[in-house]
């Protein structure tokens, strides 16, 4: 049954017009058309600066400052270790001469969701995020970077990739009872997603685009 539900929610993914999703457990959310002046009303969250690429003096002194404001966090040449309050200690190995290249970048510390943020480069252009539990270890690995709810429940997340490396889409996560960190869904989209703003706790406000084409949509959550 469980695998016949997931078919019957990725065909009516395919099948649903543009500004629907189908959610997981039957929801069906819409897209609606805003205005830019709506967007720009909502709160923007703030972000940690991001590396907008690999200089490596640039990087290793902005490493640096945060690694110094994270104690339980150190670097020690090619290899990022960060001590959890219990659990196991996550070591991440950058591999930057391998055949993948991937490099881990410490981002700093996002202390309204206990969690730090890594900078996981594949390459020298595509990056990902890691989400690490600063109690538990937990490793959360995001589309892109992670845009906070106000209520501290939801992140959302979004691609805009013009490349073609990524699919274009929209990733959900939401925080149990036990502040557990639990991915809800991802769904693609035709336009990228370049901005995302949280309107309140359940509707999301977005910033859409293709090519020099730009639209703005709200998405209402489904109450949970």
């Known amino acids: 049954m469980l695998i016949l ?4 929610t990725v065909l009516l993914t395919l099948t649903a017009p543009p500004d629907t999703f189908h959610l997981p457990g039957g929801a069906v959310v819409r ?3 805003i205005s830019l002046a709506t967007f720009e009303a909502a ?3 703030p972000q ?5 690429g690999l200089d490596s003096v640039a990087v290793t002194r902005r490493e640096a400052r945060r690694l110094q404001a994270a104690p339980r966090v150190l670097r020690r040449g090619y290899t990022l270790t960060l001590q959890p309050q219990r659990g196991t200690t996550v070591k991440l190995v950058s591999a930057p001469f391998s055949h993948c290249n991937t490099t881990y970048l410490f981002a700093g510390s996002l202390s309204g969701i206990r969690h730090w943020l890594v900078e996981t480069w594949v390459g020298c252009e595509a990056v990902v995020y890691l989400l690490i539990d600063q109690r538990t270890g937990q490793k959360s690995e995001l ?8 209520d501290r429940r939801h992140i959302a997340c979004a691609t805009n990739d013009l490349r073609g490396m990524f699919d274009n889409g929209l990733e959900l996560w939401r925080f149990s009872a ?5 991915k809800q869904w991802f769904r693609a989209t035709t336009d990228g997603i370049a901005a995302i703003r949280w309107a309140d706790n359940q ?13 703005y949509r709200r998405l209402r959550l489904p109450a949970e």
């Open 203 to 215: 509707t999301m406000l977005l910033r859409m685009a293709n090519g020099t084409r730009v639209s």
């Open 48 to 52: 940690l600066a991001a590396a907008t």
């Open 5 to 8: 539900a997931s078919l019957l």
């Open 143 to 150: 589309i892109d970077y992670p845009v906070v709810s106000a």
């Open 31 to 33: 897209l609606e058309k």
């Open 178 to 182: 036990r502040g557990t960190l639990q």
């Open 43 to 45: 709160p923007v969250t």
